[in-house]
C-alpha cells in the first residue's frame, strides 16, 4: 500500500482524540526501509511530531541513549543486531530511564515461541505485521498511559513483581532500582496476540 494512501486513509482519524500523542516521541526501530516510511507515517497520522529511526538494534540503542523517545516500536528480526539483543542490552543498562524505556514489538515474526521469549525479556506490547494502524494506536496510548498511572517498568510484568517508579527524575534515577520483567505465574500464551 502507497505510504500516500496510508495517510488519506488515516485523515482526521476518530480513534486520535482518545490520547494525544503530539507530545511523545517514537523510535522505529526496522530495518526495512520501506516498512520504517510506512511506520512513520501511520505515527504522523497519530499526532507524533518527534519520530526517529534506525535500521538495526546497535543504532537504536545508541538513539535511546541520546533522544531518550517515550516508545520504541522494534522489529524483531533486523541484520546484523535484531530486536532479541537490543532488548536484552536495554533491560540491562544500568540507567533506569534508559532500561524503562517503553518497547512496543512489531514484527511479522509472531510466533509463539518470539512472543514468549520477548516477553521474559521485557516488552510492553506486541504487534504483528500487517501493521493495523487502530491497533498500532491502541497499544501506543494504552502504553503510555499505564506509564503515566502506574509508573515506568521494564516490560509486562506480573502481580507481584512490579515495582513502579512514579513521575522518574533523572536526577533520582541512579537511587532506583528497576524490576526485571516476569511473565505472570499462570501465565496463559493464548491472550499475547492482545498485548
Known sequence: MPVALIVELLGEWTLRD???LSKNSCLIAEDNAHMRAIMRSILTGF???STFEASDGAEALELVVDRKPDIVLCDWVMCPFGGNEFLRILRGDRDPLISTTPVLIVTAHAKRATILEAVGIGIHGFVAKPVSPAVLYNHIGETLERQDLHGRSKGVLGPGHQKLHRNLN???APELEVPSA?????FDASGLALL
Open 182 to 186: 516476569q511473565p505472570y505465574d499462570d
Open 170 to 172: 533523572p536526577s533520582e
Open 47 to 49: 499526532g507524533i511530531r
Open 18 to 20: 482518545r490520547w494525544d
